[in-house]
C-alpha cells in the first residue's frame, strides 16, 4: 500500500516509469486506467505537444497520471569545433553502415525547459516528476500551488535529501540496476552506481517524504522486495518497454528477451549523458571516441538522425536500446494486462510468509 499514490486515488503501489521518446499517451492512459500511476516522459517534447499529449491521455481515462522533465538549463553553448568533427564521424558511420541520412544542425539543441515547465503547469497532471537536477524550493512551491504533486529523481542520498529539502511530495531513487538516462546531478555519473538494496534503505532513513524505488523491477516479487526495504512504491521502465503501447522500436523490442546482462551498461555516446542500455555495434564504433564527445543535449541531437534511421531500418545494433540490468525479463503484453499480472503478482508475494 502507497500512502504517496493512495493520497492521489491510485490504487495500486505501480508507477510505469516515465520514458521519453519511448511513452506513448496510449501507454500512459493504459496504465492510469488499470489502477496504477502512469507516466509521460515530455523531457523531449515542445510545449504545445507536451499539452497535445497530456490531452490525449485526459480524453482516454479519467484517472491521475504524472508528466516528467528533464531539469535543463534554456540555453546551450556549443564548441563547434567539437560538433563539426562528431558530425564528420557520424556521417561517416552512417554510410559504412548504409543508412542513406546525415546528421544535420537542429533549430535548437533541447526544447527550452522553462517553456515546458510553464505547459506543465498549463496542462495540471496528478504528479510532476523531474530528474537531471533539482527545481527550487519557489517552483517546487508553484506547481505544488496548482495542485500538483512533486517527485525528484535520485541517485544518491545527498540528491534525496537535496529534493527533500526543496519540498518534493516524495523521492523517486533511482538504482544503478536502471534503464535510461541517470537522474545524477550533484555527483559525476559513475560516482552514483548506488545499488537498489542499498539506496532505498539509506534513503528511507536520511529523508522524511516517501521514496519510490526505480531500478531492475520488472514483477511483484520485485515490487514486495522493494516495499519491505522500505519504499512507498516501485517504479517501472523496462517492464513497460515491450507493450506494443510502447513506441520502442521493433528492433529494440526484439533485443531485449535476449539481452545478456553483461552486455548492458553505462553508455554516453548518443546523447552525452550516462545512460543504461544494451552495448550494442554503434556504442563499440564510438568507443575510441569517448574522451570527445560533445555533451547532452548536443550529442542527443546529432544522433537523432541516425538513431530514426536505424529504428526504421530494423537496425537494433545502431539505436540507442535503453533498458534495465533485468531486461530479459519483459513480457511482452498489453499494458493494462501487465499492470493486473503486476499486481496479482504483488499481492502473492505479499501473502507468502518470506
Ligand atoms: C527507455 C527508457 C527511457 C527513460 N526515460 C526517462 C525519462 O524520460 N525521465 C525519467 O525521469 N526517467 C527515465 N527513465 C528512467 C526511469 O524513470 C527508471 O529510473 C528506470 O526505468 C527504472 O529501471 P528499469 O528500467 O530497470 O525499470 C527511462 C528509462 C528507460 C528504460
Known amino acids: 500500500m502507497s500512502v504517496f499514490l493512495r493520497s492521489l486515488g491510485v490504487a495500486h503501489p505501480l508507477i510505469q516509469a516515465p520514458m521519453a521518446g519511448s511513452n506513448t499517451p496510449a501507454l500512459v492512459a493504459a496504465v492510469s486506467g488499470a489502477g496504477a500511476l502512469g ?17 490525449q491521455i485526459r480524453a482516454a481515462t479519467d484517472r491521475p497520471f504524472a508528466i516528467n522533465l528533464f531539469v535543463l538549463p534554456d540555453d546551450f553553448s556549443v564548441d563547434e569545433a567539437q560538433v563539426a568533427t562528431m558530425r564528420r564521424r557520424l556521417d561517416a558511420l552512417m554510410a559504412c553502415e548504409g543508412l542513406d541520412v546525415r546528421t544535420e544542425l537542429p533549430a535548437r539543441w533541447a526544447p527550452r525547459f522553462s517553456d515546458q515547465l510553464a505547459a506543465l503547469r498549463e496542462a495540471r497532471p496528478a504528479v510532476a516528476s523531474f530528474a537531471f537536477d533539482v527545481l527550487d524550493q519557489a517552483q517546487v512551491r508553484e506547481l505544488q500551488a496548482s495542485g500538483i504533486r512533486v517527485v525528484g529523481t535520485a541517485t544518491s542520498v545527498a540528491e534525496a535529501r537535496a529534493w527533500a529539502e526543496r519540498g518534493a511530495d516524495a523521492v523517486c531513487v533511482q538504482g544503478a540496476e536502471a534503464g535510461g538516462h541517470r537522474g545524477t546531478f550533484l555527483h559525476p555519473a559513475e560516482e552514483a552506481m548506488v545499488g537498489l538494496f542499498a ?16 531500478g531492475g523491477i520488472m514483477d511483484g516479487r520485485g515490487m514486495r522486495a522493494a516495499e519491505l526495504l522500505g519504499a512507498d512504491a516501485s517504479q517501472l521502465g523496462t517492464a513497460f518497454l515491450a507493450c506494443p503501447e510502447s ?21 554516453y555516446s548518443f546523447s552525452g549523458r550516462a545512460a543504461q542500455g544494451l552495448r550494442n555495434r554503434f556504442v563499440e564504433a564510438m568507443q575510441p571516441f569517448a574522451a570527445e564527445l560533445p555533451p547532452y543535449p548536443i550529442l542527443n541531437a546529432l544522433t537523432a538522425p541516425l538513431r530514426r534511421a536505424a529504428a526504421a531500418a530494423g537496425r537494433g545494433d545502431l539505436l540507442s536500446e535503453w533498458c534495465g540490468q533485468s531486461a530479459t525479463r519483459v513480457r511482452p503484453m498489453l499494458a493494462a494486462e501487465l499492470v493486473r499480472v503486476l499486481v496479482e503478482e504483488y499481492a502473492t508475494a505479499r501473502c507468502t510468509p518470506a
Open 247 to 267: 513506441a520502442a522500436a521493433d528492433a529494440w523490442k526484439r533485443d531485449l528477451p535476449q539481452a545478456q546482462d553483461h552486455r548492458i551498461g553505462t553508455i
Open 39 to 55: 507516466s509521460l516522459g515530455a523531457g523531449y517534447l515542445e510545449p504545445q505537444a507536451l499539452l497535445d499529449q497530456a490531452a
Open 199 to 214: 539506496l532505498v534503505p539509506l534513503t528511507v532513513a536520511a529523508v522524511d517524504v516517501p521514496v519510490i524505488a526505480a
